[in-house]
Each structure stands twice: as C-alpha cells, then as structure tokens.
C-alpha cells in the first residue's frame, strides 16, 4: 500500500484528523493547569464540541452520498481548521466563544468521518480494499494512543494556545493532502430525492 501515492495521501489525511480529534481535550486540559480555562468552562467546551459532532454524524452521510466525498472532507476538515485557532482566541477571554467555535469543530471532525471512510473505496482497488481498511484502523489505533502522549511533550515546551494553532494546522493538512476520489456514477447521488427526505430514510 505504501507504493500507492494516492492511497498514502488518503492516509496521512486521516492521521492528521485523528490527531487533531484526540489532542483537543489533551489541549484544553492544559488551559486548565494553565489557569486559562475553569474545570467547569472545560465541561462546557468539551459538551459544545460532543454536541457539534453528534449533530454533524447523520447529516454527514448523506452528505457523502449526494457529494463529492473530496468535497465533503475538505469542508469538514477546513470547518475544524478554522474553528480551532477561534477556541485560542477564546482561552481566558470568551468562554462563549470557545463553546460556539468548539461546536464548529466537532461538527466539522463528525462530517469528516464517514466522507473519508466513503473516499478510501474510491481511492483503493477493490482488490486491495481489505489492506487500505487495514491500515486506516491501524491509523485510528494509533492517533488514539500517540496524540495524548505527544500532546504532554509539547506542552512542556509550549502551550495551550501553541498547541491549539498546531491543532489547527492538523486539520490543514487533513483538508488539502487527501487524493481526489473516482468520478461518481450518473445518477448515484440521488438528486431526485429532497435532503430531508434521504436523511429521514438513512435514520
């Protein structure tokens, strides 16, 4: 898989935006130590993003399906990006304004999931799909584990609002680097059928 270019772009676009997914509560706890942010102002943060993801997830999926899913990561991701620099300018100012860009970048990490797992049948053979699921699991798996670790050595040497504009350019480059996916078949985005309505099939 590694000697598939387009497939290795698909991949490091999807570590980005792990990383960037599980650093963020690293991140805000560091504000806490900081002094920049109350426990309590992190519990409204934390359930302002949860609150964007869960509402993004569902409409994201029919969004992959009436889209280009290149389209839908790159404004999912892009979404994130710039929400994220938004809680910066936030930490010790506006506890208001990091709930609202926190729910901005929840959304934006909700819509980019099924998009990228959607993208990865377009980008990969179907004969070398088990070996690209393969390694997008070994990714997550990995993000999950290396993003808090690394976020703990970075804030000994910057911090939180650093390490939130880092956060930031994670997102960046989980929005520019994937490949473009195939051209959709005519027809399969449905555009017949009303949003609302493919969205209440889907649930």
């Known amino acids: 898989m590694l000697r598939d270019r387009h497939f290795v772009r698909l991949w490091l676009g999807t570590t980005a935006s792990g990383l960037?997914?599980?650093a963020l509560p690293f991140v805000l706890g560091l504000a806490v130590l900081e002094g920049?942010?109350?426990a309590t102002g992190l519990g409204i943060v934390?359930?302002?993003r949860t609150a964007g993801f869960?509402?993004?997830?569902p409409v994201s999926g029919v969004l992959a399906d009436r889209y280009a899913r290149r389209h839908v990561v790159w404004a999912a991701c892009l979404t994130a990006?710039?929400?994220?620099p938004v809680i910066a300018a936030g930490l010790g100012r506006s506890l208001s304004l990091m709930a609202v860009a926190a729910a901005f970048a929840g959304a934006g990490q909700g819509a980019?999931?099924?998009a990228f797992q959607a993208l990865t049948a377009e980008v990969v053979a179907e004969d070398r799909r088990q070996q690209a699921n393969a390694a997008m699991t070994f990714s997550v798996r990995v993000t999950t584990l290396i993003a808090p670790g690394v976020t703990a050595v970075l804030a000994?040497?910057?911090?939180?609002t650093t390490l939130l504009i880092g956060i930031g350019v994670l997102w960046s480059t989980a929005a520019v680097v994937p490949p473009r996916g195939a051209a959709r078949a005519p027809g399969g985005t449905r555009r017949g059928i009303g949003f609302v309505r493919e969205f209440a099939e889907g649930l």
Do not use: Q
């Not at 869960?54 to 997830?57: D, I, K, M, N, S």
């Not at 990006?81 to 994220?84: K, Y």
């Not at 000994?156 to 939180?160: F, I, Q, R």
């Open 20 to 22: 960037a997914t599980w």
């Open 36 to 38: 920049s942010l109350s």
């Open 156 to 160: 000994a040497v910057a911090g939180a």
């Open 46 to 48: 934390l359930a302002a």
């Open 81 to 84: 990006a710039v929400a994220t």
């Open 112 to 114: 980019c999931r099924p």
């Open 54 to 57: 869960l509402a993004a997830v």
